[in-house]
Nanobody, 121 residues
Framework: QVQLVESGGGLVQPGGSLKLSCAAS????????MGWYRQFPGKQRELVAR?????????NYADSVKGRFTISVDNAKKMASLDMNDLKPEDTAVYYC?????????????WGQGTQVTVSS
């Protein structure tokens, strides 16, 4: 099992910045990717940013956040972060930390409890 706890959400004015953090604990062996997703009311959860370090690794961002958001992962500290700059009202959502783990046979996704980000003047 992997446990994920997010922090850092809150209220910010348009154009402002926030940093989300995700502390991971539990069985981290086999975790090959971590990312951030968000969910708008009445909508499905969508990818914001994801970093994968197996098979050569890559980092992906949603088009709507490219150039504004940056994901980082510190495997030694078991932390993932999302730096969000130039925030817009349309970034308002619940943000979830995610970890993908494989034991060689099965792939499992783990989720945090979510943290609210509100961008409003």
């Amino acid at each position: 099992q992997v446990q994920l706890v997010e922090s850092g959400g809150g209220l910010v004015q348009p154009g402002g910045s926030l940093k989300l953090s995700c502390a991971a604990s539990g069985i981290m062996s086999g975790v090959y990717a971590m990312g951030w997703y968000r969910q708008f009311p009445g909508k499905q959860r969508e990818l914001v940013a994801r970093m994968r370090w197996n098979h050569g690794g890559d980092t992906n961002y949603a088009d709507s956040v490219k150039g504004r958001f940056t994901i980082s992962v510190d495997n030694a500290k078991k932390m993932a972060s999302l730096d969000m700059n130039d925030l817009k009202p349309e970034d308002t959502a619940v943000y979830y930390c995610n970890a993908d783990r494989s034991d060689g046979l099965n792939h499992t996704q783990y989720w945090g409890q979510g943290t609210q980000v509100t961008v409003s003047s």
